[in-house]
C-alpha cells in the first residue's frame, strides 16, 4: 500500500479500500477534506514524511487474539495486540470497533491509523493505578497500525509509565497513538520513554486527549537517540481543567524528532503549561512546532509555553514554533523559544575548577535535561530516565564523573542556574 494515493480517494472509497468498520465514517470524512501529508503540510513542514508517503508498504496483520500472560504492572501490547496483563492492578481491558472521534483533529494519519485499526484498545481504569504499558514491535519493514483508548474515571488518579521495544522492527513505519479522556476530578500521568537508534523503526504518534472539568493530565516526553520520529498531539481542556506537558528530546546523526502539539482552551479557568527542552548533536533536527489556542469560552485562562534549545554541532538544526492563538481579553499567555550553544563562561568556570573540557560539556548538559527528569514525582521512573538519557548520550547508564569529582553534579547545577 503507498498512503500518498489514499489522498485522493473519496470517503467511501477509503472506507473500501481500507476494509473499515461502519463507525469509521468520520475518520474517512476527515482523511478525504484533509487529504494525506506531505512536506508542505504544515505539521509536517520539519519532519521528511514524504518517503513514507510515497513507500509501497506491506502492511502488517493483527491477530484477532493472543495468549493474555499474567506480569507485574504492565500491560504489553506486541504488534498491536495485547500479550500481558497485570495480575496486581485493576484494569478492564478490552477491543471496540466504535470510538468517539475527534472530529477536528489537525492531523490527517491520527485518521488514518483509526481507519487502518479493527478495533481499538481499550483501558479503563475505575480505580487508583499505577502501571506500564511496554509498546513490543517485531516485524521488520512493515506498516503496523493500531490505536489505543485510555478511560479514567471520575476521581480516579491514574499513572502510566510507556517503554518502547523494537530491535527486531527494522525499517517499519508504526503508526498509533491514545485517544485518552480524563473525567472530572480525575488525573491521568503518561510518561513516554523511547530511544530510537539509526535503522529502527519509524514511529508517528498522533495522541488525543480530552479533559474534562476540573481534570488534569500530565504529560512527559522523553526522545532520546539516533532514528526519526513525530509525536502529534491534540489536546482539549474544559472548565477548570489543566494540562502540564514536558519534553525532553535529545537526538543526534540525521535524525528528525519533535513534538507538533495544538492545545485548545475551551472551558473557563483553564491552565495549560508546556516546556520543551532539545539537546541537538551532529546533524539532527529538532521540532517543536506547538499551538496554544484559546476560544471565546475560554475566559480567565492562563496558558504558558516555552521551549530551549542547545546546539552541540554546527550541523544541528532546531526548528521551534511557539505559538498562540486567542480570542479574548480576559487571559494571562506567555510564550518564548531559545536556541544557540552551552555558555562558553560557564565552561570556564568548571574548567578553573580543576576539570576536563569534555566532562565539563557533559555536566552542564546533564543538568540543563535534569529539570525536566526531576520534575517527574514518582523516584523510579526519575531514575529509569536518568539511565536512558545516560545511555544514549555517554553509551553508559552511569557517568563516571559524577561519582568521583566529589561534589560535580552539585557545581553544574550551581553553575547552570547563574
Not at 23 to 36: D, P, Q, T, V
Not at 94 to 120: N, Q, T, W
Not at 166 to 188: K, N, Q
Request: net charge negative.
Amino acid at each position: 500500500m503507498r498512503p500518498v494515493l489514499l489522498g485522493a480517494m473519496s470517503p467511501e472509497s477509503l472506507m473500501e479500500e481500507l476494509q473499515a468498520a461502519p463507525s469509521r465514517a468520520l475518520a474517512a470524512r476527515r482523511l478525504s477534506e484533509l487529504g494525506m501529508p506531505t512536506r508542505k503540510s504544515e505539521a509536517y513542514r520539519y519532519f521528511e514524511i514524504d518517503p513514507l508517503m510515497e513507500h509501497d508498504w506491506e502492511v502488517a496483520s493483527i491477530a484477532p487474539t493472543a495468549e493474555i500472560e499474567e506480569t507485574q504492572r504492565q500491560i504489553v501490547i506486541t504488534d498491536g495486540v495485547v500479550t500481558a496483563l497485570p495480575a496486581d492492578v485493576e484494569v478492564q481491558v478490552g477491543c471496540s470497533d466504535a470510538i468517539d472521534l475527534d472530529g477536528a483533529h489537525f492531523d490527517p494519519l491520527y485518521y488514518l491509523g483509526h481507519l487502518m485499526s479493527r478495533e481499538v484498545i481499550s483501558l479503563r481504569f475505575r480505580k487508583d493505578a499505577k502501571v506500564t504499558i511496554v509498546h513490543r514491535y517485531t516485524r521488520p519493514a512493515k506498516l503496523l497500525a493500531y490505536r489505543t483508548a485510555i478511560y479514567v474515571d471520575a476521581n480516579v488518579h491514574v499513572q502510566i509509565a510507556e517503554r518502547y521495544e523494537g530491535e527486531g522492527a527494522c525499517g517499519a513505519l508504526i503508526l498509533s497513538g491514545h485517544d485518552a479522556f480524563v473525567s472530572r476530578d480525575a488525573t491521568l500521568t503518561l510518561v513516554k520513554d523511547q530511544t530510537l537508534r539509526i535503522g529502527d523503526y519509524t514511529p508517528i504518534f498522533s495522541h488525543r486527549i480530552k479533559v474534562d472539568s476540573q481534570a488534569s493530565c500530565r504529560l512527559h516526553s522523553f526522545d532520546f537517540g539516533a532514528g526519526s520520529g513525530l509525536q502529534l498531539i491534540k489536546a482539549e481542556l474544559h472548565e477548570h481543567a489543566r494540562i502540564d506537558a514536558d519534553h525532553l528530546l535529545y537526538a543526534k546523526d540525521h535524525s528528525r524528532r519533535g513534538t507538533v502539539s495544538q492545545i485548545v482552551h475551551i472551558g473557563q479557568s483553564s491552565l495549560s503549561t508546556q516546556r520543551a527542552k532539545n539537546i541537538l548533536a551532529e546533524k539532527a533536527r529538532g521540532i517543536f512546532d506547538a499551538l496554544i489556542k484559546v476560544e471565546h469560552t475560554g475566559k480567565y485562562t492562563k496558558a504558558h509555553q516555552n521551549s530551549k534549545a542547545i546546539l552541540l554541532n554546527d550541523g544541528a538544526y532546531m526548528a521551534s514554533k511557539p505559538q498562540l492563538e486567542i480570542y479574548i481579553d480576559d487571559l494571562e499567555a506567555s510564550h518564548g523559544s531559545t536556541t544557540g550553544q552551552l555558555d562558553e563562561a560557564q565552561l570556564f568556570y568548571l574548567r578553573s575548577r580543576g576539570i576536563a573540557r569534555e566532562e565539563a560539556r557533559k555536566m552542564l548538559i546533564l543538568a540543563f535535561a535534569n529539570e525536566l527528569i526531576d520534575a517527574l514525582e514518582d523516584e523510579a521512573l526519575r531514575e529509569e530516565l536518568h539511565r536512558s538519557f545516560e545511555e544514549a548520550y555517554w553509551g553508559v547508564t552511569s557517568v563516571t564523573c559524577m561519582e568521583t569529582c566529589h561534589g560535580c553534579e552539585d557545581l553544574a547545577a550551581e553553575t547552570a542556574a547563574k
